[in-house]
């Protein structure tokens, strides 16, 4: 019964964990979006705007990964197995 539990908790977990994907596609999304508006207005720094947007990118991307990462850890290696 103990292991049926702490797989459940650990799909549970992982379901959670993958969620955080949601709020970096809406983050990245937002961004890109503010990102052309601004090119728009003020073309001749189209450099400066696409280096800024693409670092927030990869920071709002990170956390994304870290939710897939946690994600596999407890459905495939998973640590809370080895305590029953």
Same mark, same amino acid.
């Given at each position: 019964?103990?292991?049926?539990?702490?797989?459940?908790?650990?799909?549970?977990?992982?379901?959670?964990?993958?969620?955080?994907?949601?709020?970096?596609?809406?983050?990245?999304?937002?961004?890109?979006?503010?990102?052309?508006?601004?090119?728009?207005?003020?073309?001749?720094?189209?450099?400066?705007?696409?280096?800024?947007?693409?670092?927030?990118?990869?920071?709002?991307? &990170? &956390?994304?990964?870290?939710?897939?990462?946690?994600?596999?850890?407890?459905?495939?290696?998973?640590?809370?197995?080895?305590?029953?």
């Amino acid at each position: 019964m103990e292991t049926a539990l702490v797989l459940a908790g650990s799909a549970i977990g992982a379901g959670i964990a993958v969620a955080t994907g949601i709020g970096a596609g809406i983050g990245q999304g937002y961004a890109a979006g503010k990102g052309a508006e601004a090119v728009g207005n003020q073309p001749e720094a189209q450099g400066d705007i696409i280096k800024t947007m693409l670092l927030g990118a990869a920071v709002a991307e &990170s &956390s994304a990964i870290y939710g897939l990462v946690v994600a596999i850890i407890l459905l495939f290696a998973n640590p809370l197995m080895k305590l029953l």
